[in-house]
């Protein structure tokens, strides 16, 4: 089974403070994704990498970053962490191609700025 | 802008019912078209998919039907079970690029016993 790991599922910050959520594949994929989650409006992309130090910027980017250094990780920053950045992230990982259609999601982190 | 919109946003449906959710887009780029099932706590996971050139896809009780010229599509749940209580998210798949998904806003499902 394709396992998608996210290290930390509950995270209570301080606004200002760096953030960093990390997460792992175990089946090789090159395409990794972010994804945040909020009632009411779906899951929406911050950034994706389709290669090791490759990344594009999703839908919405602003006020984050991310850190592909090997194959298997992916982090997403926090540069200053906001109140309105209070969400589930979700990391999910795929194939490259139309032979990677599915995307396999971690389990979320769920961050809370205060 | 959400180029993908599901309704509705919360449904109720008592055992054995049918459960529709539907969802509409407008890139006609667009070649693929998930549905992911998400239970609390747990992340999305791939329920069923269909490509455009087909108009319906079927895998047990779960039936997507897809309407191309109208560009929506939806998700049917036959004898629908408490256990398939859970939000329910539409995506699409444009032809160019990376593996992205476009989501809809996802839909609250409640089967009641």
């Known amino acids: 089974d394709v396992k998608v790991t996210q290290s930390s599922r509950y995270l209570v910050k301080r606004t200002g403070e760096k953030v960093f959520l990390e997460c792992v594949q175990d089946m090789d994929h090159e395409n990794m994704f972010w994804y945040r989650q909020d009632p009411g409006l779906g899951l929406r992309l911050i950034y994706f990498?389709?290669?090791?130090?490759?990344?594009e910027k999703g839908d919405i980017p602003e006020g984050y970053s991310v850190s592909r250094e090997k194959k298997e990780r992916f982090s997403l920053i926090l540069e200053s962490a906001s109140t309105n950045q209070t969400s589930m992230y979700l990391c999910?990982?795929?194939?490259?191609?139309?032979?990677?259609?599915?995307?396999?999601f971690g389990e979320g982190s769920w961050l809370t700025v205060v | 802008q959400q180029q993908v919109k599901q309704s509705p946003q919360s449904l109720i449906v008592q055992k054995g019912g049918i459960s529709i959710i539907n969802c509409a887009y407008e890139?006609?780029?667009?070649?693929?078209f998930p549905w992911y099932q998400q239970f609390p706590g747990k992340g999305p996971a791939l329920l069923i998919a269909?490509?455009?050139?087909?108009s319906e896809k079927k895998e047990g009780r779960f039936t997507i039907s897809f309407n191309k010229s109208a560009k929506q599509f939806s998700l049917h749940i036959m004898d629908s079970q408490p256990g398939d209580s859970a939000t329910y998210f539409c995506a699409a798949r444009g032809v160019q690029g990376a593996q992205k998904l476009v989501f809809g806003q996802g839909t609250r499902l409640t089967i009641n016993p």
């Open positions: 890139n006609t780029a667009f070649d693929y």
């Open positions: 990498s389709y290669d090791v130090k490759m990344k």
């Open positions: 269909i490509r455009p050139d087909v």
């Open positions: 999910a990982s795929s194939w490259p191609g139309y032979s990677g259609n599915t995307i396999y």
